[in-house]
């Protein structure tokens, strides 16, 4: 199965969003008029033998069904001039994004050849639909606050601010007037150094310009590359002022992304999500070992989620274990034997343990 090329995996709180646009390159490009009219889409693409387009047809409206119960969760009225309505309001709007994001590429890493470019292709409006709304619902909400500092609205507010314009392509000149109203509040600490990283690198490739911290990239073969950078040589330094990981390290953040055929980690997911979870943890286990996934925060990722599935597979000793490699300062082991008992593991369905996807 082939992923779609140009949906880039975020990792929120460990390495910030990179970019992410529909449709895939492995889909080709859809026309206008397909991405806003689902007939269109229909009509742009190959006849489906009769079992593709009904897994097709039940992954949209699959999608469809719990959008409408993410959509049902929140029906508080509207009352703008309370911050603690604001806050809940964006979190919701994040919820809505980043499920879609989930869903588009988990679906599409699980179909396969024509199958999977009709799902893209009619699931593009839907993609749009989502930014659409959550782009003009921000944008009322920026006519009351110049923006969401973390003083004003704390950490989480403001970085799904971020996130929600992070996504708004189809509205550039919002990326830009918030990049620069984001600026100058980098050095009061009213807004996170790599939230604007992300953004500045946004706005630069979406003006066909160079980036600076080499965020925004795609899958060329099963590498993933940055766009054109500002300066080669300084990026880690950059990177580094802000508070991102090395350049090399973040590349290997993709490894699923840009892979041709599914890797352990994929298959392990799958299994997670078929609930058999003796699979699940020994696909874990073997990604845990695998080069591929040295990098710090994938390995801690994957620690996480093999110490989740050997849990849930009635192995405690060994899931201890794994949540030990995993187990930080800011995470103890409590916390994560908490999460297991409770059988959150986050990154099997959602592609990384405080994951969203840009």
């Not at 292709?121 to 709304?133: L, Y």
């Not at 509205?171 to 009213?190: F, H, I, N, S, Y």
């Not at 950059?238 to 508070?243: C, K, Q």
């Not at 409590?334 to 099997?348: D, E, P, V």
Request: glycine share 4%.
């Amino acid at each position: 199965m082939r992923a779609p090329a140009l949906v880039i995996v975020a990792l929120i709180g460990c390495a910030p969003p990179a970019a992410s646009q529909p449709p895939s390159a492995a889909s080709g490009p859809v026309s206008p008029a397909a991405a806003a009219d689902p007939a269109a889409a229909k009509q742009d693409e190959r006849p489906l033998d009769p079992a593709a387009e009904e897994a097709v047809t039940a992954a949209l409206k699959q999608y469809d069904d719990e959008v409408a119960k993410l959509e049902a969760k929140f029906t508080e009225p509207a009352d703008p001039t309370d911050r603690e309505w604001v806050k809940r309001k964006l979190a919701h709007m994040v919820v809505v994004d980043q499920f879609m994001r989930n869903y588009s590429t988990s679906t599409a890493q699980q179909l396969e050849g024509d199958a999977r470019d009709a799902f893209m292709k009619r699931f593009a409006s839907r993609f749009m639909s989502v930014d659409r709304a959550n782009t003009a619902d921000l944008v009322a909400l920026m006519e009351r606050y110049p923006w969401f500092t973390i003083q004003e609205f704390g950490e989480e507010a403001s970085r799904n601010a971020w996130l929600l314009v992070q996504h708004a392509d189809l509205k550039r000149d919002l990326q830009q007037d918030v990049l620069a109203r984001m600026e100058p509040l980098v050095a009061t600490g009213g807004v996170s150094a790599n939230n604007y990283a992300y953004l500045y690198d946004r706005v630069q490739t979406n003006f066909e310009k160079p980036q600076r911290y080499g965020t925004q990239g795609g899958c060329k073969g099963e590498e993933w590359e940055p766009n054109t950078l500002e300066d080669p040589a300084r990026v880690d330094e950059l990177r580094t002022a802000v508070g991102l990981p090395p350049l090399a390290e973040y590349r290997a953040m993709f490894v699923e992304l840009c892979a041709q055929s599914p890797t352990p980690r994929m298959r392990a997911e799958q299994a997670y999500r078929a609930k058999d979870y003796p699979t699940c943890a020994e696909l874990y286990a073997a990604a845990h070992a695998e080069p591929r996934y040295a990098a710090p925060q994938l390995e801690r990722d994957i620690a996480y989620n093999a110490a989740c599935c050997h849990a849930l597979a009635g192995k405690p000793d060994d899931a201890i274990a794994f949540s030990r490699r995993r187990s930080t300062p800011a995470s103890p082991i409590s916390l994560i034997w908490t999460r297991m008992k409770t059988s959150r593991c986050s990154a099997a369905t959602s592609g990384g343990s405080s994951c969203a996807r840009a």
